[in-house]
């Protein structure tokens, strides 16, 4: 069992920064592929990024591309989002993911309905 806690969310505005934490906890988080997703009102969740067990591979958004970058400090179980240049249009809660394997299954690091762990959420809102 995995449980994940986000934080730093808030309310900026827009061409601001924030930087997200997911803290992971009752697993080996060196063998977890992670994910951040978002939903916003009124829309499906949808995927942000993904990171390798390693860090090795990510994946991005073509929204976010070049403006949030996915990092993961194993040694501290943590998966961050450095979201920079925010937008109203990222304005969503956001959640992290995690799954129980070591493999890089890019047709499924996109998909919510492939991850088993998923913390609470943190709102982020950008707006002037």
């Known amino acids: 069992q995995v449980q994940l806690v986000e934080s730093g969310g808030g309310l900026v505005q827009p061409g601001e920064s924030l930087r997200l934490s997911c803290a992971a906890s009752?697993?080996?988080?060196?063998?977890?592929?992670a994910g951040w997703f978002r939903q916003a009102p009124g829309k499906e969740r949808e995927s942000v990024a993904a990171?390798?067990?390693?860090?090795?591979?990510?994946h991005y958004a073509d929204s976010v591309k070049g403006r949030f970058t996915i990092s993961r400090d194993n040694a501290k179980n943590t998966v961050y989002l450095q979201m920079n240049s925010l937008k109203p249009e990222d304005t969503a809660v956001y959640y992290c993911?995690?799954?129980?394997?070591?493999?890089?299954?890019?047709?499924?690091?996109?998909?919510?309905?492939?991850?088993?762990?998923w913390g609470q959420g943190t709102q982020v809102t950008v707006s002037s």
């Open positions: 993911a995690a799954e129980n394997t070591v493999t890089w299954y890019y047709a499924h690091v996109r998909d919510p309905a492939w991850y088993d762990y």
């Open positions: 990171i390798s067990w390693s860090g090795g591979t990510t």
């Open positions: 009752g697993s080996d988080f060196s063998r977890l592929t």
